[in-house]
């Protein structure tokens, strides 16, 4: 059984690796049992097929090797975990940059994740991702909506 101090952050640097990678599906397994909202948004997300598909939707891939250009940071972890319970949080930093042939390298977006974990049958999992947005940058090349 792995402590949560080491499995928490190992999800959280899935999320931005497979995110990166433009896999989706694998985005979308990792908050299967879990449910997605966002400060000032009507947005509510459970389950790995709606994760699925609202990354699909909203995060535009290139055609060149099916992936946004883009590298999630993830940054200032503040953990909180209690091993014994099976439960922690996890405060942290995200900033996603961006590049293109012909869009230099940029930060496009920072913003916070509040995500809350739980360890059933050994397993550490995502129960839920509150998504803030700080500060954006230029999202034309990102986002395949406007925020």
């Known amino acids: 059984m792995s402590s949560g101090y080491h499995a928490i952050p190992n999800l959280i ?3 931005a690796e497979r995110i990166d ?3 989706y599906a ?8 879990a449910v ?6 009507d947005l509510k997300v459970a389950g790995a097929d709606a994760a699925r ?5 909203w995060t535009r891939r290139y055609p060149d090797n099916g992936t946004p250009h883009t590298r999630h940071v993830t940054t200032n972890l503040i953990l909180d975990v209690d091993d014994d319970a099976g439960t922690g949080t996890c405060r942290s930093y995200v900033t996603v940059f961006q590049a293109l042939p012909d869009f230099p390298l940029q ?7 509040h ?8 397993t550490w999992r995502f129960t ?8 954006v940058g230029d999202l034309s090349r990102h986002l395949n909506q406007s925020l």
């Open 107 to 113: 930060p496009v977006f920072t913003g916070r994740y």
């Open 21 to 23: 990678a433009g896999d």
């Open 36 to 41: 997605i909202t966002a400060e000032g948004r």
């Open 128 to 135: 839920r991702r509150h998504m803030i947005t700080d500060y």
């Open 115 to 122: 995500d809350t974990f739980e360890r059933p049958e050994g």
């Open 53 to 57: 598909a609202m990354f699909e939707a």
């Open 26 to 33: 694998g985005v979308g397994e990792l908050f299967a049992h």
């Open 13 to 15: 640097g899935l999320y």
